[in-house]
């Protein structure tokens, strides 16, 4: 059975962290709200415990791990020594929603965390939970999101259990995650930063706080099959509803939601239960079976923190066939698309 600890996300009840925290020291698996979306920690230094995680979650087991540290302190046992301009990332960023991946320090961390690669991925998440849950806990937390592999990454507790009930040992249920989309996952190499997977932070954010002299490299989607991408987990089928999904785009808004409306009909006709995903100022535009209200378009960040949910909202209403409309690739927008079209498996309508 899963244990639920219930705690203000602002101010962190003390005696429910001390006991999942010590639940993390002594290798039991603790789920916990970041900024970002829900995690599945583990001491990142315990084979045991870290092998539970790949086995609740299905994980593939040459897909890393990324390490939550709550205190600069605690990087020194982990990575080698960061260079100036990844100092100057965690400056900027920590904590917060980006992932730095770093040279690993040999013999600390268990070998399933990196699935052999050389390097870490690290971050220190920017919320009161999980840093003081951490800080307790006084080891490096291993946590991929806390979802089964290829579901949608959970933004509530409520999330977690849906897909972990009885899977982990407990999670502690701390509100609806802020930016409910996963950090951004960078890694220096030379004088070019490479943006492995677009997330929290923006690619706009990123290049204002890079020194002169590295650049922003943004992160190449659908790789060929000769080609591995960077970030191990970018390569497989993510964040999809059991139904299927295509995604309708175009510059015309009005074309968008004619297009959406033919397919919902067709697809209706067909005998399938239909599913739109749409932003609140297109609430009325579209009819099905379930419509999901994802954010204001004139808002992306309400977007990337209600999509995960919308998603997941398909399956409650057992959609077969869903079209969702695009947003602009701009800020936020670009992880949100990110996202979208893997939940889609490519599938696009360009209209
Ligand atoms: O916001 C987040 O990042 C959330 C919260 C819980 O912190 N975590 C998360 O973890 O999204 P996960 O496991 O679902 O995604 C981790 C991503 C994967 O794409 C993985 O391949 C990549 O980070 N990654 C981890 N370590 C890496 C490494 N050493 N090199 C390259 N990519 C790495
Ligand atoms: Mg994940």
């Not at 706009?204 to 987990?233: H, S, Y």
Request: glycine share 8%; with cysteine; charged share 20%.
């Amino acid at each position: 059975e899963t244990k639920i600890w219930k705690t203000d996300a602002a101010q962190p009840a003390a005696q429910a962290l001390q006991e999942a925290a010590s639940w993390l020291r002594t290798g039991r698996t603790v789920a916990f709200p970041t900024e970002t979306v829900y995690g599945l920690g583990a001491d990142a230094r315990n084979t045991e415990a870290v092998s539970a995680i790949f086995a609740a979650k299905g994980r593939p087991s040459d897909n890393p791990l990324i390490v939550h540290i709550a205190d600069r302190s605690q990087l020194a046992e982990l990575t080698a020594p960061p260079e100036e301009a990844v100092l100057r990332l965690m400056d900027a960023f920590w904590p917060g929603p980006l992932t730095i991946v770093l040279p690993a320090r040999p013999g600390v961390l268990s070998p399933l965390v990196t699935a052999g690669l050389s390097s870490v991925g690290v971050r220190m998440p920017d919320h009161p939970v999980a840093l003081a849950l951490i800080a307790a806990a006084g080891c490096p937390v291993a946590a991929p999101s806390a979802n089964r592999s290829g579901r949608p990454s959970p933004t509530q507790a409520a999330h977690v259990l849906r897909d972990l009930d009885g899977r982990i040992d407990g999670v502690v249920d701390g509100g609806t995650a802020g930016v409910g989309l996963e950090s951004t996952v960078v890694e220096l190499a030379g004088d070019a930063l490479h943006v492995l997977r677009p997330g929290g932070v923006t690619a706009g954010e990123l290049r204002r706080a890079l020194p002169a002299g590295v650049r922003l490299v943004e992160a190449v989607e659908a790789p060929t099959a000769q080609e591995t991408p960077r970030a191990p987990g970018m390569k497989y089928a993510h964040y999809a509803p059991r139904g299927q999904l295509t995604i309708v785009q175009g510059a015309d808004r009005q074309q968008v939601l004619a297009r959406m409306r033919r397919e919902l009909e067709a697809a209706r006709a067909r005998g399938e239960r239909t599913g739109a995903l749409v932003f609140a100022e297109h609430a009325d535009a579209v009819q099905a079976d379930h419509a999901a209200v994802c954010g204001r378009l004139s808002d992306l960040a309400s977007v990337g923190r209600e999509l995960y949910a919308a998603l997941r909202s398909f399956d409650e209403a057992d959609a077969t066939f869903i079209v969702a409309e695009a947003c602009p690739e701009e800020g936020i927008g670009a992880a949100v698309m990110n996202r979208l079209r893997k939940a889609a498996s490519g599938r696009i309508l360009q209209v």
